[in-house]
């Protein structure tokens, strides 16, 4: 089945830098990839997502990119500010469920 | 357009008894997928389902769990004879279409077995 890999676990950032955080996927029949943001506590909220015909996709200060011949794909957000600090999750599917990597937890240091 | 409901939202059983869990979908959406999470870790999937139909259970453990989505109301999770490691967050997620479609989450149950 499909497996998901995330890195960074865990990321640091000065407010205002950049935050980059990636995932690898294993079923080359997956072409779904969103990412969600969970504050503690809270449900997981959909902050973007990208399909296997677009090559990256930009929201304000977020942008995922997708490398299908590599089998990866990326989270960028830009000018961080305190409250992008949360857990950071990417998905995969296709013909089968989401599979979620493991998580990542950002910090944006004031 | 009510979003996803789940309900309760927070659940104390003592070892033993049965846990059922309740999710409405979002208006329009008949797909439904319910998720695992324990603390300081990720989403597991558990299981998929269609309204009356089970398309995917491999997430979910053969015994003591089982899912439902009727035709009328909520699709209900349940976990008979629980224990404390059942004792977890679970999120239910719906969708318009299939297993390539946009998730939209519920606020969870956070299931506390004593």
């Known amino acids: 089945g499909e497996n998901v890999e995330q890195h960074p676990s865990t990321l640091s950032v000065q407010e205002g830098d950049s935050a980059v955080i990636k995932c690898t996927y294993s079923?080359?029949?997956?072409?779904?990839f969103p990412w969600y943001k969970q504050e503690l506590g809270k449900r997981p909220q959909l902050i973007i997502d990208?399909?296997?015909?677009?090559g990256e996709k930009k929201d304000q200060r977020i942008a995922v990119t997708l490398n299908k011949t590599a089998k990866h794909f990326s989270l960028h957000i830009t000018e961080t500010q305190p409250e992008d600090s949360a857990v950071y999750f990417c998905?995969?599917?296709?013909?089968?469920?989401?599979?979620f990597g493991k998580g990542t937890r950002l910090s944006v240091i004031a | 357009n009510a979003g996803v409901m789940q309900n309760p939202r927070h659940l104390v059983r003592r070892r033993g008894q049965e846990a059922r869990l309740r999710c409405s979908p979002m208006?329009?959406?008949?797909?439904v997928y319910w998720y695992r999470q324990l603390p300081e870790e990720g989403l597991k999937f558990m299981v998929y389902?269609?309204?009356?139909?089970?398309?995917?259970e491999s997430g979910m453990p053969k015994e003591r769990f089982s899912a439902e989505f009727p035709k009328e109301g909520p699709s209900i999770l349940r976990i008979q004879q629980v224990v404390r490691g059942d004792s977890a967050a679970y999120f239910c997620?719906?969708?318009?279409?299939?297993?390539?479609?946009?998730?939209?989450f519920g606020p969870g149950t956070r299931l506390t077995v004593l």
């Open positions: 997620a719906s969708s318009p279409g299939g297993t390539a479609d946009t998730q939209y």
């Open positions: 208006k329009g959406h008949s797909h």
């Open positions: 990208i399909r296997s015909n677009v």
């Open positions: 079923d080359s029949a997956s072409n779904y």
């Open positions: 998905g995969s599917s296709g013909n089968t469920p989401l599979v």
């Open positions: 389902l269609q309204k009356e139909n089970i398309i995917d």
